[in-house]
């Protein structure tokens, strides 16, 4: 889990985006290793040689442009150290030289390094401030110490550094020695570099990245050389490196012993159609069970993160995004995350649906929960639910994991228990991304946390369920298109936007379809609110008019299966709903789910929002702290 935090100015930091760490138990191989290295530090990061020519031609139009190039090389050149090793200066003759778990790096020196530098200097004189011309300059002072300073060529860094026998043993082989080295350097803590804080969201990341990278040489940087091991005196300070964990050594060992067997993924089967189609299940008047909602209760997080605290907490490995371009893209403005577990909050949300719908404990006959990001496995989450709701007994209490389509599959699971035991059903609906999203830009963009829940019962009069239905799988490459753990990245949340994009479009061309060949009259679309942007551009062919289709992802993102019945909700409280309506709910998503449900909404069903703290927000107009704030801190 990588949860959140609030800095001292109330600002929301993903720690995890600032502090690169990889999970070495899960990386099976160095093609794997260099893959993800590739991805995330390699891919977007020019060569220092690169940004020298570029700033000579008169390649960047302003300084923050020529800082960020910066900060991704050092980024590129610091990449094995920075997730596989912690660094240690030693005098030579302390060194210990037969040890298998202590390194050492063997570096080539970069050519023409002086002049490079110079002319890197000389351009970011010459180029006009982005946004703040001080800050801008304060941060160009703690980059460029670091590139102006680096002596060996980034291309020739290994992921496996050599033992200090293994660097004796290679010819002409140099390393980095440290001059007056002082072992109280000034560096950055962690609450440093969390805390800090800049009105432009762009300058506070990189600012991060600054002290990230200062990190990564506390030592007087000018006074470094590379040396021969050959020609090492006693007094001599070298750089040892440690791995990190065991699980970084074990890897090195499996690499170095050459055991290690890459693991080969299964090719799928070539998809192919249903004998015949899955028909709707519609309930008529003759059906023995007609279902009725009797209450549907919300439960938001609490914190707000918006498209500027997604842009203040980027890593290196995203390409550049305004808050703006993020909005424009996927149409969220703002998502709701909650420091509360997943578990948490859907009980909230079940007690007040229960209210709601006057249900006491004894009346409930099975407690269903819908989650794609719930890590509870013994007992089940409905099972913990149904003990902490005090229901002594019920016929199912069991976990459904549909992802997005949580709801019409939950809601379909419900109906067929109504059949058989004639008693309410409590279906809750509940996400909890913000702490399953590492690097994974899309991700972070899209989901937010969320929770729901819904009695339904059996009616003594007219039915609010009319018509479910739910599908599944696909083409190998769309069931595979949304992946969590994924450990290509790192164990986070990973979204393959095409493939996304390709299974809504085949679900939403058969929903229609089928919604056309039942011949009701809608008077409202509430879709899974999965990306406001590529839905209407999906629905429109249909036929669907944007205006018909009601959406809150603006405001609270993607909450997966809680996603349709939190928007059926908010369009009740913003008065989108304000009589009893026929309300289509689509939903799609990860492993090619979909399905939709046609049902009568009372706004009269719906309890009002359960809230346990206010929502939080950084304010727009708190002020930034300076670079002379963070010498401060640097310096105590």
């Not at 490995?317 to 420091?339: L, N, Q």
């Not at 496995?377 to 229901?391: C, E, K, V």
Request: proline share 7%; glycine share 6%; with cysteine.
């Amino acid at each position: 889990m990588k949860p959140f935090r609030l800095n001292k100015h109330g600002k929301l930091v993903f720690p995890t985006s600032i502090f690169t760490e990889l999970d070495f138990s899960i990386i099976t191989d160095l093609n794997q290793l260099k893959a993800i290295i590739r991805r995330d530090f390699e891919v977007k990061a020019p060569t220092g040689t690169e940004i020298a020519e570029r700033a000579a031609a008169g390649g960047y139009a302003a300084r923050y442009d020529l800082l960020r190039d910066i900060g991704l090389h050092l980024f590129w050149a610091n990449r094995y150290a920075l997730v596989m090793y912690d660094k240690q200066p030693m005098r030579w003759r302390d060194v210990p030289r037969t040890r298998d778990d202590v390194f050492v790096s063997l570096l080539q020196p970069w050519e023409g390094r002086e002049t490079k530098s110079q002319s890197v200097r000389q351009a970011y004189a010459q180029l006009p401030a982005k946004w703040n011309g001080a800050a801008e300059d304060e941060l160009f002072e703690i980059l460029f110490d670091c590139f102006s300073n680096k002596l060996h060529s980034a291309t020739s860094v290994p992921p496996i550094k050599a033992t200090i026998a293994e660097a004796l043993a290679t010819a002409d082989a140099r390393t980095t020695t440290l001059g007056n080295y002082n072992p109280d350097h000034p560096s950055y803590s962690v609450d440093d570099i969390l805390d800090v804080s800049d009105e432009q969201a762009e300058l506070e990341a990189l600012r991060r990245w600054a002290m990230v990278l200062h990190n990564q040489h506390p030592w007087d940087r000018s006074q470094a050389r590379l040396k021969p091991f050959a020609e090492m005196q006693d007094d001599d300070i070298v750089v040892l490196y440690y791995p990190k964990n065991r699980h970084v050594l074990d890897f090195i060992n499996h690499e170095k012993s050459g055991v290690t067997v890459a693991k080969q993924a299964p090719t799928p089967d070539p998809a192919v159609e249903p004998v015949r189609p899955y028909p709707p299940m519609v309930i008529g008047d003759d059906a023995p069970i007609q279902p009725k909602i009797e209450a549907l209760a919300i439960r938001k997080g609490e914190v707000i993160c918006s498209n500027e605290d997604v842009v203040r907490n980027s890593p290196s490995s995203w390409s550049p995004m305004s808050a703006e371009e993020i909005a424009d893209k996927t149409g969220i403005e703002r998502r709701r995350y909650t420091a509360e577990p997943l578990e948490n909050i859907a009980l909230e949300a079940a007690r007040a649906a229960m209210k709601h719908a006057g249900r006491g404990p004894e009346e409930i006959g099975a407690v269903l929960f819908c989650s794609c990001t719930s890590s509870r496995l013994i007992p089940s989450t409905a099972t913990w639910l149904s003990g902490q709701l005090g229901i002594m007994q019920t016929h199912c209490s069991a976990d459904i994991v549909a992802a997005c389509a949580g709801f019409p599959y939950g809601v379909a699971e419900a109906i067929r228990l109504l059949r058989e035991i004639e008693r309410p059903v409590l279906l809750v609906m509940a996400e909890k991304f913000s702490d399953k999203i590492g690097n994974a830009r899309p991700s972070r963009m899209i989901f937010g946390d969320g929770a729901a829940a819904v009695v339904i019962a059996p009616s003594d009069g007219e039915r609010d369920i009319h018509v479910v239905q739910t599908y599944a799988s696909g083409p190998a490459s769309q069931v595979n298109s949304i992946i969590w753990p994924n450990p290509d990245f790192d164990n986070d949340i990973t979204v393959y936007g095409p493939e996304v994009k390709a299974l809504v479009k085949r679900y939403l061309n058969q929903m229609m379809g089928e919604l056309s060949e039942l011949g009701l009259e809608i008077d409202m679309i509430v879709p899974h609110q999965a990306n406001k942007k590529m839905i209407i551009e999906i629905a429109e062919p249909q036929g669907i008019d944007a205006k018909d289709i009601y959406f809150n992802i603006t405001e609270v993102g993607n909450a997966s299966a809680a996603s349709i019945p939190m928007a059926l909700a908010d369009a009740v409280f913003d008065g989108a709903i304000s009589k009893r309506s026929l309300v289509f709910t689509p939903g799609f998503g990860a492993g090619a789910v979909g399905g939709y449900v046609i049902l009568s909404l009372d706004p009269a069903m719906v309890a009002p929002e359960v809230t346990t703290a206010p929502a939080m927000s950084p304010s727009p107009t708190e002020a930034h702290s300076s670079i002379e704030d963070i010498k401060e801190a640097f310096h105590t």
